[in-house]
């Protein structure tokens, strides 16, 4: 669990970098 919540916020936080 906390590995897939800490996935989804580092592709969030490139998300938002590419962006």
Do not use: D, N, Q
Request: proline letters at 0%.
């Amino acid at each position: 669990m906390s590995s897939s919540k800490y996935g989804m916020t580092l592709r969030i936080e490139v998300t938002c970098k590419l962006f």
